[in-house]
């Protein structure tokens, strides 16, 4: 079975503090993703990478970066967490090359911003 | 601008009946449409998906029709049952998935 893990559940962070959110897949995929997910809204990507190094932005990439090392491993990064930086967050990962766009999802990170 | 829409925050079902989640789109380029499962604490899963050139498929107790002329696809779960009560999103596709767009999610009651 295909694994993607979430370092953490449940964080509790303070407004400016620098928040990690980890990710790793058991996969060997190719591709993974940071989406962020909110009532009303549903998912919504916020950077995706294709390769190790390789980092594209989504549709709302702003307060955010990240960073993959290792094929397996992506990271997302809150250089200044802000409170409506609130939020579900949830790491994906996908085989590369041409296939029918699904994703395998982790359990997601809850992250409250106080 | 939201190009995947799901209309229905709600749904509630008796269970043995028939249940139809529906999804709207704007754009026609998308290649596949995928459902995607949520329960609660818990991240998605994929449940089910459909090329952009075909018009139905099914896999069990799930099946999704595609319609292109009316940008329109439905997930109907038949018979539905207590543990088919999650949230389910409608997702739309390029081929590989890296520009996959979200519709905000129906929470699909099956009452006992």
């Known amino acids: 079975d295909v694994k993607v893990t979430q370092s953490s559940r449940y964080l509790v962070k303070r407004t400016g503090e620098k928040v990690f959110l980890e990710c790793v897949q058991d996969m060997d995929h190719e591709n993974m993703f940071w989406y962020r997910q909110d009532p009303g809204l549903g998912l919504r990507l916020i950077y995706f990478?294709?390769?190790?190094?390789?980092?594209e932005k989504g549709d709302i990439p702003e307060g955010y970066s990240v960073s993959r090392e290792k094929k397996e491993r992506f990271s997302l990064i809150l250089e200044s967490a802000s409170t409506n930086q609130t939020s579900m967050y949830l790491c994906?990962?996908?085989?590369?090359?041409?296939?029918?766009?699904?994703?395998?999802f982790g359990e997601g990170s809850r992250l409250t911003v106080l | 601008d939201q190009q995947v829409k799901q209309n229905s925050p709600s749904l509630s079902v008796q269970e043995g009946r028939i249940s139809i989640l529906n999804c709207d789109y704007t754009?026609?380029?998308?290649?596949?449409f995928l459902w995607y499962k949520k329960y609660p604490a818990e991240g998605p899963t994929f449940l089910i998906s459909?090329?952009?050139?075909?018009d139905k498929n099914e896999d069990g107790r799930f099946t999704v029709f595609l319609n292109k002329s009316a940008k329109h696809l439905s997930l109907h779960i038949v018979p539905s049952q207590p543990g088919d009560s999650a949230v389910y999103f409608c997702a739309a596709s390029d081929t590989g998935g890296f520009k996959t767009i979200f519709g905000a999610g129906t929470r699909l009651f099956v009452k006992a």
């Open positions: 459909i090329s952009s050139i075909k």
């Open positions: 754009n026609s380029m998308f290649d596949y």
């Open positions: 990478s294709y390769d190790v190094k390789m980092k």
């Open positions: 994906a990962s996908s085989w590369g090359g041409p296939n029918t766009g699904e994703l395998f």
